[in-house]
C-alpha cells in the first residue's frame, strides 16, 4: 500500500535494489576478491549483522563469468560436518556418499575436474560460517589441499559475524588462520555526509523522486540504527506504512520518532 502511496518502484533500502551505494568499502572489497580469484584461497569476510555481507557478495558474483568461474552458495551451516560435505557435494551435482571420507574424496575429485579439466575455477561462499562445526573449521586446510599442497584448485569465502575470526584466530585453527589471504570487515554507515548520501541513494533507487525527510529525520534515523542498512530499511518502511496510513504524503520527524518508538516494543 504504501509503494503505491509514494510511486515507488521497489521497497527503499530492500533486496531488490541491484545498485549498492559505496562510499570505498564496496570497490575495496571488489578488488580483494578479484584478488582472489587470480590467486585462489581462502577468503574471511566479516560483520555485524545487517552490515550487507551477502548483499554485497551477490552484487560481485553476479557479473562473473560462468564460463570462468562457479559459485555455490551455502548458508545452511548448523549442522554436523558431514551435512556441511553433504550440502557441498549436491550443490556439485553429486550424489553423496554414506560415508563422510568418500564424500570428502569425491567433492576434492570433483574440484580438481572443474578447475584442470574445464577451467573453471569453483567459489565457496560459506555464509553464517560463525556457525559451523569446529571440526569443518579444523578440516579446512587438509580439504583445500591438492597435490601434495602445490594446486590451488578452489576458492572458498567464509562469512560470518565479527566472533568468526575471534574463533579462527584460536590457537586450535593456526593452520587454518595461516591460510586466509584477505581479511575484510565491513563497517557500519556513520559519518553524517556518507549517511545523507546513502539515505538519498535509497531513495532514488526506489524510485522517489523528491525527498521525503528533512535534515532532522534523516539525523534521527542515523542515531537510532547506528549506521546499519539493515535497521534504516525497517526504520524507513515502518515510517512509511505510518505515513501513508495517515495520508501523510512525506516523513515528518514526529513519524519517524514513532516508527523507532514502535521498533523497540516488537
Not at 531488490?16 to 578479484?34: H, K, P, R, S
Request: hydrophobic share 40%.
Amino acid at each position: 500500500m504504501y509503494r503505491q502511496f509514494f510511486g515507488l518502484k521497489q521497497t527503499p533500502f530492500g533486496k531488490e535494489c541491484t545498485a549498492l551505494w559505496d562510499d570505498g568499502q564496496y570497490e575495496n572489497f571488489t578488488q580483494q576478491f578479484n584478488w582472489l580469484l587470480k590467486s585462489p584461497g581462502v577468503g574471511l569476510l566479516t560483520a555485524e549483522p545487517g552490515l550487507g555481507k551477502t548483499a554485497i557478495l551477490r552484487q560481485i558474483t553476479r557479473a562473473l563469468n560462468p564460463h570462468q568461474y562457479a559459485v555455490y552458495y551455502i548458508a545452511e551451516t548448523d549442522f554436523t560436518r558431514f551435512d556441511i560435505y553433504c550440502q557441498m557435494a549436491i550443490l556439485l551435482g553429486l550424489t553423496p556418499a554414506h560415508r563422510c571420507s568418500q564424500v570428502w574424496r569425491d567433492i576434492k575429485e570433483c574440484i580438481a575436474n572443474s578447475a584442470t579439466q574445464k577451467n573453471i575455477l569453483p567459489i565457496f561462499i560459506i555464509d553464517e560460517a560463525h556457525n559451523l562445526p569446529i571440526e569443518f573449521l579444523r578440516d579446512l586446510p587438509s580439504f583445500i589441499n591438492f597435490v601434495f599442497d602445490s594446486k590451488d584448485y578452489m576458492t572458498i569465502w567464509l562469512v560470518g559475524h565479527p566472533e568468526l575470526e575471534r574463533t579462527i584466530n584460536r590457537a586450535q585453527f593456526r593452520a587454518l588462520a595461516s591460510r586466509i589471504q584477505i581479511r575484510f570487515e565491513l563497517q557500519p554507515i556513520t559519518d553524517r555526509d556518507k549517511f545523507k548520501q546513502f539515505i538519498a541513494h535509497g531513495f532514488a533507487q526506489a524510485g522517489c523522486t523528491h525527498s521525503l525527510l528533512s535534515d532532522s529525520a534523516i539525523e534521527l534515523i542515523r542515531m537510532s540504527s547506528n549506521g546499519n542498512p539493515r535497521s534504516i530499511h525497517v526504520i524507513v518502511v515502518t515510517a512509511l506504512h505510518l505515513a501513508a496510513d495517515r495520508n501523510i504524503n512525506h516523513l515528518p520527524d514526529e513519524i519517524i520518532k514513532e516508527a523507532i518508538e514502535s521498533l523497540k516494543h516488537r
